[in-house]
């Protein structure tokens, strides 16, 4: 229901843009963020975005990285620059939604998360 793109190999300095576009019966987004995970380490947040176009981010990445979304098309983007080696990590996607079950009735909102998508970063 959540696929992230965008993910790659860039030199240290670098930018790369990562969308995640949600789909299926998601039908109404609360909050939208992206997380990351580097091996043998935990996911953690990196920034998210409210539909109120709140936003929130991870000290290691704010003033580099920006959270976006497109409500109308129930995507989300973080425009990542300066990247680091330290930012080598898969990346996540994860939305707080609402979806429309088969049924017509709306199932309780949740977490829903993107497979993830590898950023490497070289020194």
């Known amino acids: 229901q959540l696929v992230e793109s965008g993910g790659g190999l860039v030199q240290a300095g670098g930018s790369l843009r990562l969308s995640c576009a949600a789909s299926g019966r998601i039908v109404n987004i609360f909050t939208m963020a992206w997380y990351r995970q580097a091996p043998g380490k935990q996911r953690t947040l990196v920034a998210s975005i409210t539909n109120g176009g709140d936003r929130n981010y991870a000290d290691s990445v704010r003033g580099r990285f920006t959270i976006s979304r497109d409500t109308a098309k129930n995507t989300a983007y973080l425009e990542m620059n300066s990247l680091k080696p330290e930012d080598t990590a898969v990346y996540y996607c994860?939305?707080?939604?609402?979806?429309?079950?088969?049924?017509?009735?709306?199932?309780?909102?949740?977490?829903?998360w993107g497979p993830g998508t590898q950023v490497t970063v070289s020194s």
């Open positions: 994860n939305a707080d939604a609402v979806s429309l079950l088969p049924d017509g009735n709306y199932e309780a909102s949740r977490d829903y």
